[in-house]
């Protein structure tokens, strides 16, 4: 059965650091694009970042560029988003995401990321 597991989420003050991870289990993660999608209460879900099968490309939303890294090990089965200068804004449940041509989506179940003093 396909799962994709986030972890890494928490409590962090304005200006901090985290980094989430997606593990990812059922299909052959090598041959799909991850992405991170993140909801804030009260707002549509928003695209965060992507990076293609092999990590050869990264895409961020403009509210992230800079702050973010997008990456994957495919020996892991892992693909991850290490954020930095956090600001409150950024607090929301982030979801991975993983897409394949011909399967569709894929979804986990979302970590928590809170920042506030």
């Known amino acids: 059965q396909v799962q994709l597991v986030e972890s890494g989420g928490g409590l962090v003050q304005p200006g901090g650091s985290l980094r989430l991870s997606c593990a990812a289990s059922?299909?052959?993660?090598?041959?799909?694009?991850m992405k991170w999608f993140r909801q804030a209460p009260g707002k549509e879900r928003e695209w965060v970042a992507s990076?293609?099968?092999?990590?050869?490309?990264?895409n961020y939303a403009d509210s992230v560029k800079g702050r973010f890294t997008i990456s994957r090990d495919n020996t892991k089965d892992t693909v991850y988003l290490q954020m930095s200068s956090l600001k409150p804004e950024d607090t929301a449940v982030y979801y991975c995401?993983?897409?394949?041509?011909?399967?569709?989506?894929?979804w986990g179940q979302g970590t928590q990321v809170t920042v506030s003093s």
């Open positions: 059922g299909f052959t993660f090598s041959t799909a694009t």
């Open positions: 990076i293609t099968t092999t990590g050869s490309s990264t």
């Open positions: 995401n993983a897409f394949r041509l011909r399967y569709g989506n894929y």
